[in-house]
């Protein structure tokens, strides 16, 4: 054994003997302390502390027995205690400490706190100049120590303040910055009390639009504030003024510039979502709004006047805008939001109303499938990939005779696949090159096939015209209303000068042909989605009027109601509103037992999308009605009134609706399960819960509920193929019940739409040879697939856009189609209304950035792409992705993703870099030097 091992037994032993030693020492010199101070629950031990806080202790121990004057000396003036008091008062202020300790004086004070307190009782009321100086002095140290000593209900730090701001009042003194001179965390722990005492005014009734009431507290207020925007804390400022109801102050500051208005802005909107009353909600946007718009940000403005559905806002924004290529970049913005504006008496008048009606979409969009060298038509077979599949499915499929079978539904999935997938390149190999794939079809197929052509040439009027043109004088009358649904979806979020989808349409919605007229209305719905058309509503309003009964007509009554709902999405038109609301309340019982009935109610929900309360008098009117469909009509409209809105107590009262156990006429539970995803859509913490609760629906609730789910899990992650939710649906496709596993095959579909997601893809060639036997789920998937590979991976059918901030109506309008006709498959999709699908191309949009010059000529420009990080209240300018790539424009963004310049070269326009971005060269960017080689 080491001799030093011998040794360390020994130094412990030693160390633990003088440590005995001094703690005996120290516990008698803190029972002494204890006796002197009286307050066992402070212990200082005089021997831990150095030479310099011994003096201070003993310094400060002195001041406040001057101040309190313990031994009662005559000599000892107001004068002598107010020059004790400044001693006191700079060692607080002038003490710093570090995260995990307090500062000294504070900690030497805290055993007075109680003595200082009782003399400040002793003070009294005098009126005496000097003594009223003391008495505020005074209180301004107390409300300091109080900040952690103070008993927390009583807000004894708040009460001192308010003492000594009245007496300083009165002497007409200022208290020299007498706030902000205590520090960040004092401002801190009063702006708490502050909102504390507020709320309890307010209960004990004062009114809270009355400033005289808080005049003492608006006071301070109007202190705090302005030293927190100083001091680079935006939110704290935000939310004190949001606490007392007083938010509008904060456009009076003098502080908020263009270094700090963004972070000001940023937090304002994303606090918006916290809002549970709608008027709080609208003035949050409100003030983001005139910030903006205080700023000259008219991009930025515009944006959160969309948010807010101000669409009155937008010409004053575009008349006061001066900067042309601002307003270049507005009307990028419009024509993605699909909004039907018209600019007037402007120089480039032409120019800008070509944007926003998005006639140059189509050739920008080839543009990029031309870069990105995707141009060649795709046929089914290569999506289906059935080489790779063991038993081969349909499409190998063969007699005896050795000739490939040719099954009707087998060839209209491949009709949809065709279509979906070469959508917006005017090409494909089923349709363009000749007529014999329309003859492969029956009655429904024709019409599905003569309308693909209109999602093949998607955006592109001019040429698509000329090659549907043949068809609409068509002997078939299935190929005759294809082709009237084709011009519609040709035109979906395109404005042309000519207008043809209403001057082709209008025969068929008054002629006698009921396939026509059911085509007719669905085209001018796909065509005119959110335009708020007056003259397209006079067309469609008899539709829904007519009174004759039958199966046939509630089918175009219900068509009519929700082209209607499309057009005048999001815009509470009475006109509409009330014209679907009175036919529902007239119809027969024959009539709501109609399966599509329930898009006459989704028409009526579409109409107030998004818009809170303004829908409780058409609540009110459809609970009235006696048949079981008022349920769901009243849900249908609730929870699209809510979209997007993460309503808690909305998403509750859906919660409960599912709670009941109901085996039959369930439907309103399913529309509540979607109604769950609509309203915290959008929203990261509620979209998140609302995950686990569908975890629980799916293991407590019956059948119609749990049929739903898939649906629900699909409106969460349009687009965005995240793993876990994926794997759920996979498991859910498995399922022994046909309509959980359909459902659940089609949101796989929706979720991996427009990504060419190859785990997706797999997993539906796995599926389609699972169910190779049952011809509903194999159109299903073949659906799914259509979806998956969408405009070959270059589109999108999320609604969300502008950096998650707006929600396009149409789009969500579309996907919502699509949605509801899921819940009964079996007499929509898979019966003869499959035609509904086409309703997606109001969501379909390019998915790319491509950056453009003044003169929208292309400009390319290396950008970085990562995942999205939330900087909402960050300090300093913390990173806005992560894990990113660059790439040079154009370049495709995923849902989640965000994308930066990675140039100092250029400054783009636009502060959110989707879509069309103009970029001008930056007036301040010097080349690097490159070093000459000698």
């Not at 009321?125 to 209180?139: I, K, P, Q």
């Not at 102050?249 to 549970?276: H, P, Q």
């Not at 783009?908 to 030097?929: F, H, M, Q, R, T």
């Amino acid at each position: 054994m080491s001799p030093k091992s011998n040794e360390k037994p020994v130094e412990i032993a030693a160390e633990t003997e003088s440590k005995k030693a001094n703690d005996g020492k120290t516990n008698a010199n803190d029972k002494k302390k204890s006796k002197k101070n009286d307050n066992p629950d402070i212990v200082e031990d005089d021997n831990a502390m150095s030479e310099e806080d011994r003096e201070l202790k003993e310094r400060l121990e002195t001041c406040v027995s001057t101040l309190i004057n313990e031994k009662s000396e005559a000599s000892v003036t107001t004068q002598i205690r107010l020059k004790a008091l400044d001693v006191i008062v700079s060692e607080l202020r002038s003490a710093t400490s570090s995260m995990t300790s307090v500062p000294k004086p504070l900690k030497f004070l805290r055993p007075k706190y109680e003595t200082l307190k009782e003399y400040y009782g002793t003070i009294g009321d005098s009126t005496e100049e000097e003594v009223v100086f003391l008495r505020a002095r005074l209180g301004d140290v107390l409300a300091v120590l109080a900040m952690t000593l103070g008993k927390h209900d009583e807000r004894e730090s708040l009460n001192f303040k308010l003492k000594g701001a009245k007496d300083y009042k009165s002497i007409a003194k200022t208290s020299e910055d007498n706030l902000g001179s205590w520090g960040h965390e004092f401002i801190r722990s009063l702006a708490g009390e502050i909102g504390q005492e507020y709320n309890a005014r307010v209960l004990a009734g004062s009114d809270p639009d009355d400033d005289a009431a808080f005049a003492d507290l608006l006071g301070m207020v109007d202190v705090i504030v302005p030293f927190n925007v100083e001091h680079n804390a935006e939110a704290e400022a935000i939310d004190l003024l949001i606490e007392v109801q007083r938010l509008k102050n904060v456009l009076k500051l003098d502080s908020i510039d263009e270094k700090n208005f963004r972070r000001v802005c940023l937090y304002l909107i994303k606090t918006a979502d916290f809002m549970s009353d709608p008027d709080d909600y609208a003035e949050v946007l409100e003030t983001a709004y005139e910030l903006f718009h205080k700023q000259s940000q008219y991009f930025d403005a515009l944006r959160v006047a969309l948010r807010m559905g101000n669409e009155e806002a937008i010409p004053d924004l575009m008349s006061e805008c001066s900067d042309p290529l601002m307003k270049k970049q507005m009307c990028f913005l419009l024509a993605r939001h699909r909004i039907n504006y018209e600019v007037e008496g402007d120089d480039d008048e032409e120019e800008l109303n070509e944007i926003i009606g998005n006639e140059k979409l189509s050739e920008e969009f080839l543009k990029v499938a031309q870069d990105l060298d995707v141009t060649e038509a795709k046929t089914p077979e290569d999506i289906y990939k059935s080489h790779l599949a063991e038993t081969g499915g349909f499409s190998r499929r063969r007699e005896a005779g050795g000739a490939v079978v040719d099954s009707a539904r087998a060839n209209l999935a491949s009709t949809y696949v065709n279509a979906f997938v070469n959508a917006g390149f005017g090409q494909d190999k089923l349709m363009t090159p000749d007529n014999e794939w329309l003859y492969k079809n029956k009655d429904h197929g024709m019409m599905a096939a003569s309308a693909s052509l209109g999602l093949i040439q998607l955006w592109n009027v001019e040429e698509g015209l000329a090659q549907i043109d043949k068809f609409l004088y068509s002997s078939e009358e299935y190929v005759k209303a294809g082709a009237a649904l084709a011009v519609g979806i040709l035109s979906s979020g395109v404005r042309n000068d000519a207008d043809p989808t209403l001057a082709l349409l209008d025969e068929h919605i008054n002629g006698d042909s009921h396939i026509m007229k059911c085509a007719a209305c669905t085209g001018l719905g796909i065509a005119y989605a959110g335009s708020a058309r007056e003259d397209v509503m006079e067309l469609l309003l008899p539709l829904v009027e007519q009174e004759n009964s039958g199966a046939e007509t509630m089918l175009e009554v219900s068509l009519a109601g929700l082209a209607l709902g499309m057009i005048y999405v999001g815009k509470c038109d009475d006109a509409v509103g009330g014209t679907i609301v009175q036919r529902l309340m007239e119809a027969s019982d024959e009539e709501l037992d109609h399966s599509h009935s329930i898009f006459l109610c989704l028409g009526l929900g579409l109409l107030f999308l998004g818009r809170m309360e303004k829908a409780e008098a058409m609540l009110e009117a459809l609970r009235t009605i006696e048949h079981k469909i008022s349920k769901t009509a009243v849900i249908v409209l609730e929870t699209c009134a809510y979209a997007g809105s993460g309503n808690v107590l909305q998403v509750q009262e859906m919660l409960h609706q599912c709670a009941e156990h109901l085996e039959e006429d369930a439907q309103h539970q399913m529309a509540a399960v979607i109604g769950i995803s609509l309203i915290t859509m959008g929203e990261e913490v509620g979209s998140e819960m609302a995950l686990r609760s569908f975890e629980h629906l799916l293991h407590y609730c019956e059948l119609p509920v749990k049929r739903a789910v898939p649906l629900a899990l699909g409106v969460l992650n349009i687009s965005n193929p995240d793993f876990s939710v994926i794997d759920q649906l996979s498991r859910l496709s498995h399922d022994p019940d046909t309509e959980i596993s359909q459902n659940a095959i089609l949101a796989m579909g929706l979720t991996s739409a427009g990504t060419n997601n190859s785990r997706v893809a797999g997993l539906l060639r796995q599926l389609s040879e699972f169910y190779s036997k049952e011809a509903g789920h194999v159109f299903c998937v073949r659906i799914a697939q259509a979806m998956l590979h969408m405009g070959k991976g270059l589109m999108t059918l999320s609604p969300m856009h502008s950096d998650k901030m707006l929600t396009c109506g149409p789009a969500l309008g579309g996907v919502l189609t699509l949605i509801y006709s899921c819940l009964d498959l079996k007499s929509t999709l898979l019966d003869k209304s499959h035609y509904l699908i086409y309703y997606l191309t109001c969501a379909m949009n390019p998915r790319m950035l491509i950056t453009v010059n003044e003169d929208l000529s292309w400009r390319p420009v290396t950008v970085r792409v990562g995942q999205a990080v939330e900087t909402v209240g960050q300090a300093g300018k913390p990173k806005t992705i992560t894990g990113f790539q660059t790439h040079t424009t154009p370049v495709l963004i995923s849902t989640g993703e965000r994308a930066e310049l990675g140039t100092e070269e250029v400054l783009s326009v636009s502060s959110v870099l989707e879509g069309l971005v103009i970029v001008k060269d930056n007036p301040d960017y010097e080349a690097p030097e490159t070093d000459e080689k000698k």
